[in-house]
């Protein structure tokens, strides 16, 4: 049970000491983030009861609902009764929390298309191996780029990198990872996706609708080239991604605007 908290800590949640005691029933894991509640109790349980104490990071919820982030240190104490229990300090560290989340996002966010970057593509997939063994890589370029920038100029070369983006996480589901490699080089990955007729539906989508952004841009004539590699049990990104690199030389070989297997090659 709660015994005492001071004012500070009653500013941070919202709560006088009465709605705080009637909320929580005087049991405060109750005021930790419900999807953070198990492992913190966890954390606190097992760290006190092999060093007597702990430092653990979690989020509470204020009276109105919002998350704010918590740095909680604490140490076991025996009271004069002869009672267990536990003195916490509990400091917010929302701000530091928003600042580390803006920067890892900045870190693996393209800053001009707002999808992923080649690192943040490659974390992400590489953890959707983890999660699932098998999926579809698209890696995809778009042709007569440099003409587009030097006939149009750089604006609108950045326009259509842009809607590239949007048109990729528009066929796309929310598992699956979008990001820009650099320059006008895309990369999609379909997790848990294998069988070529829905690949082969996606790509056709993907290289029509950007046919319809390419009419305003005619004298550039851009199209999107494909290469596709399904992976293979085990198989490593680097892998992968040259099977898929192979795939779309063959494919701007063959007709710009088009798209090939990685099959069809070693066919």
Same mark, same amino acid.
């Given at each position: 049970?709660?015994?005492?908290? /001071?004012?500070? +800590?009653? *500013?941070?949640?919202?709560?006088?000491?009465?709605?705080?005691?009637?909320?929580?029933?005087?049991?405060? #894991?109750?005021? @930790?983030?419900?999807?953070?509640?198990?492992?913190?109790?966890?954390?606190?349980?097992?760290?006190?009861?092999?060093?007597?104490?702990?430092? @653990?990071?979690?989020?509470?919820?204020?009276?109105?609902?919002?998350? +704010?982030?918590?740095?909680?240190?604490?140490?076991?104490?025996?009271?004069?009764?002869?009672?267990?229990?536990?003195?916490?300090?509990?400091?917010?560290?929302?701000? /530091?929390?928003?600042?580390?989340?803006?920067?890892?996002?900045?870190?693996?966010?393209?800053?001009?298309?707002?999808?992923?970057?080649?690192?943040?593509?490659?974390?992400?997939?590489?953890?959707?191996?983890?999660?699932?063994?098998?999926?579809? $890589?698209?890696?995809?370029?778009?042709? /007569?780029?440099?003409?587009? /920038?030097?006939?149009?100029?750089?604006?609108?070369?950045?326009?259509?990198? @842009?809607?590239?983006?949007?048109?990729?996480?528009?066929?796309?589901?929310?598992?699956?990872?979008?990001?820009?490699?650099?320059?006008?080089?895309? $990369?999609?990955?379909?997790?848990?996706?294998?069988?070529?007729?829905?690949? *082969?539906?996606?790509?056709?989508? #993907?290289? *029509?609708?950007? $046919?319809?952004?390419?009419?305003?841009?005619?004298?550039?004539?851009?199209?999107?080239?494909?290469? #596709?590699?399904?992976?293979?049990?085990?198989?490593?990104?680097?892998? $992968?991604?040259?099977?898929?690199?192979?795939? +779309?030389?063959?494919?701007?070989?063959?007709?710009?605007?088009?798209?090939?297997?990685?099959?069809?090659?070693?066919?």
């Amino acid at each position: 049970p709660l015994y005492v908290i /001071n004012d500070t +800590m009653l *500013r941070y949640l919202g709560y006088t000491y009465e709605e705080l005691v009637q909320q929580t029933d005087e049991e405060m #894991i109750r005021i @930790v983030a419900p999807e953070d509640r198990e492992w913190v109790e966890r954390e606190i349980l097992d760290s006190v009861k092999d060093r007597g104490e702990y430092e @653990v990071q979690y989020r509470v919820v204020r009276k109105d609902g919002t998350y +704010m982030w918590m740095l909680d240190k604490g140490n076991e104490v025996i009271t004069e009764d002869g009672r267990r229990a536990v003195i916490s300090v509990m400091l917010d560290i929302s701000k /530091n929390m928003c600042i580390q989340e803006q920067l890892r996002k900045e870190s693996m966010e393209d800053g001009l298309t707002k999808i992923l970057n080649r690192r943040g593509g490659i974390h992400f997939i590489k953890k959707s191996f983890a999660e699932r063994d098998t999926g579809t $890589l698209m890696l995809l370029d778009i042709d /007569n780029f440099k003409s587009l /920038n030097d006939t149009y100029g750089h604006l609108a070369g950045d326009e259509v990198l @842009v809607s590239l983006a949007d048109i990729l996480k528009r066929s796309t589901r929310k598992g699956d990872v979008v990001s820009r490699m650099g320059g006008d080089e895309f $990369l999609v990955y379909l997790s848990g996706c294998t069988k070529k007729e829905i690949v *082969r539906e996606r790509v056709e989508s #993907i290289g *029509r609708q950007f $046919l319809e952004i390419g009419r305003k841009y005619e004298l550039s004539r851009v199209s999107v080239s494909t290469g #596709i590699a399904a992976r293979e049990q085990g198989e490593r990104f680097e892998e $992968l991604y040259q099977k898929a690199d192979r795939a +779309m030389y063959l494919a701007k070989k063959q007709k710009k605007g088009g798209y090939a297997f990685a099959s069809d090659g070693e066919e």
